[in-house]
């Protein structure tokens, strides 16, 4: 028995306290605009959701595409410890292709819903109270046709009438979910709330001591993860979540928020999850590198000043005794002092040292490719920063399996005359070189990747921040691409912006690409 399964005076944890955590990281957090993850990128994650103890990964909504499909059944195949789940809307063919995607898991789980509110029935659905009820039964039953763990969600429950919630959650036992779901879809409840509402449940709805209520809030209101852990308190033992918060709008309850406060404040909630808590940043990075979505600094638990101190009081008090100024210790979350001061001297050993303290792991051409990198990153600044080696990697990982890759840049810019660009793309192993002039360094650089792979995306965002501080500091860019209704997002980082840009838009065009490896680069996108 782990550490994780004892109370802190070395006696075994009640299962009944066991908080399960569910993450939606691949499904509702894939639904954010521009989070889409290729197929490796979400066999990745998932491994690492396994290993770290996650016990329910919501791999996906099969019905929506082959590829989810096919991500879905394959982690469904990988995985070892943890059950898979898929998403089904209340109609059979959902059901019956989630269960066949499904179907290679050790433990597999399907979840059904349907919206239950007055502005779901009326406005998306066009049924009444009635036939809401019959999809339910109709939907568990069906899907318990396939699998004994079945879970059944009350889409928008926190505006649906109290008693017609009852007779929903009701239907579903009666039909023979185990796990009754109470989103508030849209962020719109309190804490208190949230939690006298699963408390209403569970003393209404007959055969609800019978089955586990789990939640699953976003935070549109910045109260996903108070309401969240409010249902947890009232006797929900589920929680659906994600790495980093990611999800639909402003996101869902964030993983690592929740786990950590579960577990820094066991003496106010009496609950526990099985979570390796020391995974948490680097699953924080993994799921910000494959998205492109970068993680705030002062994001609680996995942001870069989470655990960094500035102000002299703070350093004094943290040198007499870290628990002055710290609930929870670096290590607890998998981070660890800087030991290594990197450099232009510093030798193969040194920085394969410290990749494995920042948690990477390279094999041996990515290794190499990453420290010819860093040498020359060494000799454009003085100081180089862990957030210099992680950008620096992040981007080597990213841009492994690229078509398309940027060679050479040379840009002219000023007051003096037009503004140019050359650029070398590598493109599918060929090499091709175009000068363009534009409004700008930018537009022309820009200009110059859209003249070798004519495309029709539009740019709907670009966005620069320096990964350290100082005039050397390596520029990191983000480019969001929209063409056809879909979204890619790409980061670039180097000490020359412009070079950061043209590998941030390269990114994303990469990842827009990736959706259709079929057609060729020329015609890709066209419309």
């Known amino acids: 028995m782990d550490s994780e399964t004892k109370t802190p005076e070395g006696q075994p944890r009640a299962e009944q306290d066991r908080v399960v955590i569910f ?10 605009p521009g989070a889409t993850m290729t197929f490796d990128e979400k066999l ?4 690492l959701l396994d290993e770290m103890g996650v016990d329910v990964i919501e791999a996906g909504f099969p019905i929506a595409s082959q590829g989810d499909f096919e991500s879905v059944q394959e982690i469904a195949r990988r995985s070892q410890n943890s059950v898979i789940c898929g998403l089904a809307r209340a109609q059979p063919k959902d059901i019956d292709t989630c269960a066949e995607a499904i179907k290679p898991a050790k433990r597999g789980r399907i979840h059904t819903f349907i919206g239950t509110s007055p502005l779901h029935r009326k406005y998306q659905m066009g049924i009444d109270e009635a036939e809401v009820l019959e999809r339910v039964t109709a939907s568990v039953t069906r899907a318990r046709g396939h699998t004994d763990d079945v879970e059944w969600s009350a889409m928008d429950a926190t505006r649906t009438e109290e008693d017609f919630l009852c007779r929903c959650v009701e239907a579903a036992i009666k039909a023979g979910a185990t796990t009754v779901n109470i989103p508030d879809t849209v962020g719109y409840a309190t804490h208190d709330e949230f939690g006298a509402l699963i408390r209403m449940l569970l003393e209404r709805v007959p055969g609800a001591d019978q089955i586990v209520f789990s939640t699953h809030c976003h935070n549109d209101l910045g109260l996903a993860v108070a309401n969240s852990l409010s249902g947890v308190m009232a006797g929900a033992r589920q929680v659906e979540c994600a790495v980093n918060g990611l999800g639909e709008r402003a ?8 786990v950590m406060a579960i577990r820094t404040r066991a003496d106010a909630m009496n609950v526990w999850t099985g979570i390796d808590t020391t995974m948490l940043t680097r699953a924080s990075k993994l799921v910000s590198r494959v998205t492109a979505f970068p993680v705030q600094y002062n994001k609680a638990i996995v942001g870069r000043n989470a655990f960094a101190h500035e102000s002299g009081i703070h350093q004094d008090g943290i040198l007499k005794h870290a628990g002055t100024f710290e609930i929870m ?13 990197m450099g232009k001297h510093s030798g193969r050993h040194a920085f394969r040292e410290k990749l494995k303290e920042l948690g990477y792991e390279l094999g041996g051409n990515a290794f190499e490719d990453a420290f010819v990198r860093f040498k020359a990153l060494a000799d454009a600044k003085k100081h180089v920063y862990d957030e210099d080696i992680e950008a620096l990697v992040d981007q080597e990982i990213a841009s492994a399996h690229d078509r398309i890759k940027v060679v050479a840049l040379t840009v002219i810019a000023g007051t003096g005359g037009p503004q140019k660009a050359t ?3 590598d493109v599918d192993g060929n090499q091709q070189t175009f000068e363009a002039v534009g409004d700008g360094p930018v537009d022309a650089t820009f200009q110059a990747i859209r003249s070798l792979v004519p495309h029709e995306a539009r740019l709907a965002l670009y966005q620069v921040s320096a990964v350290t501080e100082g005039t050397d500091a390596q520029a990191e860019v983000m480019v969001r691409l929209e063409a056809d209704g879909k979204i ?4 670039g980082s180097d000490t020359d912006t412009m070079v950061a840009s043209a590998r941030a838009y390269v990114s994303a065009l990469n990842k827009l690409m990736a959706r259709d490896a079929r057609r060729k680069p020329e015609t890709m996108l066209a419309s």
């Open 251 to 258: 996101g869902n309850a964030a993983l690592e928020e929740i």
């Open 44 to 47: 990745e994650v998932a491994e």
């Open 23 to 32: 993450d939606t990281t691949l499904r509702d957090g894939e639904q954010c």
């Open 329 to 341: 210790t670096p290590e607890s979350v998998g981070l660890k002092e800087s030991s290594l001061v």
């Open 488 to 491: 890619a997002t790409g980061r």
């Open 423 to 425: 650029i070398t793309l």
